[in-house]
């Protein structure tokens, strides 16, 4: 049974939404939320300003127009350490997915993402009669959302495992 919090119930919100993707060294969703206390001081230190107070207050991150360098910033600022792995591990608990509007689908040659992407976790494999689709390694993706902004069609996003 999916847990709902009150704030969701009593807005009509029973759904379950995917969790948000928390900053580098997030506990895990249950001890984060129990952890954190919404002071946004983390908000404010992140030099790429890719954190955010998400719908019920809690920061997330948003990769629209910069990636996480996994600086640490955030972890340090965090006094309830709800924030609190270690930033030289560079890798969050996410990987990159690429939806249905990327532009390889239909036929143009793109490899932006693949470019954008440092821990090279983004190939295109040759594809018999066709453009080279590209192709996400989970295990090498580092989940710092480069590839999100770069993207030209906005198709590729980044997804708690």
Do not use: M, W
């Given at each position: 049974c999916p847990m709902v919090s009150?704030?969701?119930?009593?807005?009509?919100?029973?759904?379950?939404?995917?969790?948000?993707?928390?900053?580098?060294?997030?506990?895990?969703?249950?001890?984060?939320?129990?952890?954190?206390?919404?002071?946004?001081?983390?908000?404010?230190?992140?030099?790429?300003?890719?954190?955010?107070?998400?719908?019920?207050?809690?920061?997330?991150?948003?990769?629209?127009?910069?990636?996480?360098?996994?600086?640490?910033?955030?972890?340090?600022?965090?006094?309830?350490?709800?924030?609190?792995?270690?930033?030289?591990?560079?890798?969050?608990d996410a990987a990159a997915i690429i939806g249905p509007d990327c532009v390889a689908l239909d036929g143009v040659v793109c490899r932006v993402c693949g470019d954008a992407c440092e821990a090279e976790a983004i190939r295109f494999p040759p594809r018999a009669g066709g453009t080279p689709l590209p192709v996400v390694m989970a295990e090498r993706c580092t989940g710092c959302g480069a590839c999100v902004g770069a993207c030209p069609s906005k198709a590729i996003g980044v997804s708690p495992l």
């Open positions: 009150r704030r969701q119930f009593l807005r009509g919100r029973i759904a379950q939404a995917k969790p948000a993707l928390r900053p580098p060294g997030a506990l895990r969703e249950a001890d984060f939320l129990a952890t954190c206390t919404r002071c946004d001081d983390c908000i404010p230190v992140c030099p790429n300003h890719i954190v955010f107070s998400d719908a019920e207050g809690y920061p997330a991150l948003s990769f629209a127009h910069a990636a996480c360098t996994f600086c640490g910033a955030c972890q340090r600022a965090c006094i309830p350490k709800a924030l609190r792995g270690d930033p030289s591990g560079a890798k969050l």
